[in-house]
């Protein structure tokens, strides 16, 4: 049979090319809209030869990292046909990234659905509606990935799975991505290559994109992922091994209870476990030093931050280490930032605090 044939047996599909044209060009509009988020230098005392660095991503429109990831699963969704005009987006979030794609569903006139644990944030879940979302809660944080697919099954939805698809929908080779920003920023200071840079790992995307981003431009800064308390990517990462934690982790934004798809530990240098009560005390800490608001994921860097700093000084060296504010402390007015929810939860800040005051003070790590 010969081509024009094989053409006439199957027409092309009529699809809503128009609409997601549209869709396209706003999403890329909110990207020009926006002006790239800053890179903060801390001020040390003197006599510091090395320089610590925060890239604030709670500039963003939907005030957090997440704003980069949800704008990337949504184009990367409509450019693979999986979209389309009425089609109700589901997803599994720990906070921030439903509140960012709430954002951009809104502006696609798309229903959304947040599938997320029960001890979310009251302020994140009032920002997910504010978007114009809806919250399903459950009580199980291993369960959001079943029951998202299961909501999106049931409405003939689309269950966007940040924790599958942050590291495919974001490209790592450039296009403003946040470490092609970050060595940009960076290339006019002292030690214009950092020694490390510092991150969380939530779906591992971040951690993904920076550590391809420095092998690819031959960079020799290295990577390091912090892990709070009961989150597998840590004990997986020592094992080299798939892991999985009953409990998860008590920092929003960080840490789960099971080795997401999206974490490639084979570009990760190291990884630093943080206790939770040492996540809460640098937060504040950071807070109280530099007046710049921070929710608890950034504390948990910023613990690791100083650890290596101190390191660094410890072992006559220079250089610069860079870390993300990942979002703002107004979204944990009631959680982090309350000292009665805290003794709740049993954290005792004040070793910490000691530990923080003294590497800030004199460059030297005591915990």
């Not at 939907?62 to 980069?68: E, M, Q, W």
């Not at 004990?235 to 998860?248: E, H, I, K, L």
């Amino acid at each position: 049979m010969d081509i024009e044939a094989l053409t006439d047996c199957h027409p092309a599909r009529t699809t809503d090319r128009g609409w997601v044209d549209e869709a396209v060009r706003r999403l890329t509009a909110d990207a020009n809209r926006s002006a790239d988020t800053h890179l903060i230098q801390l001020h040390l005392p003197r006599g510091w030869d090395v320089d610590l660095y925060l890239k604030d991503e709670s500039t963003h429109p939907t005030g957090s990292l997440k704003h980069r990831l949800a704008r990337s699963l949504f184009l990367y969704a409509l450019c693979n046909g999986y979209l389309h005009e009425g089609t109700t987006v589901i997803e599994a979030s720990s906070g921030s990234t439903a509140v960012s794609e709430a954002h951009f569903a809104r502006m696609l006139g798309l229903p959304f659905v947040a599938v997320m644990h029960r001890d979310t944030s009251p302020e994140k879940i009032a920002l997910i509606e504010r978007e114009g979302g809806t919250c399903h809660l459950v009580d199980d944080a291993a369960a959001v990935y079943d029951v998202s697919r299961e909501l999106a099954r049931g409405c003939n939805g689309y269950f966007m799975d940040q924790f599958t698809f942050a590291e495919r929908a974001t490209d790592w080779r450039g296009n403003n991505n946040i470490a092609e920003s970050t060595f940009s920023q960076m290339s006019l200071e002292r030690h214009p290559v950092p020694e490390w840079v510092v991150v969380g790992a939530g779906t591992g995307g971040t951690s993904a994109t920076i550590g391809r981003y420095t092998r690819l431009r031959g960079l020799a800064t290295r990577l390091c992922v912090v892990d709070p308390e009961g989150s597998a990517f840590l004990p997986s990462f020592a094992d080299r091994a798939d892991g999985f934690t009953p409990c998860g982790s008590r920092i929003e934004g960080i840490g789960r209870p099971r080795v997401e798809p999206s974490f490639i530990p084979q570009v990760v240098d190291r990884m630093i476990g943080v206790p939770d009560a040492a996540s809460v005390a640098a937060m504040r800490f950071l807070g109280e030093r530099t007046g710049l608001s921070c929710g608890p994921s950034t504390g948990t860097a910023m613990y690791a931050v100083l650890k290596l700093a101190c390191e660094l000084r410890a072992e006559g060296r220079s250089g610069s280490i860079v870390t993300l504010l990942c979002d703002g402390g107004g979204r944990y007015a009631d959680t982090y930032c309350s000292d009665d929810w805290v003794s709740e939860q049993g954290w005792d800040l004040a070793p910490y605090r000691d530990v923080l005051e003294r590497a800030w003070e004199e460059g030297v790590w005591s915990g």
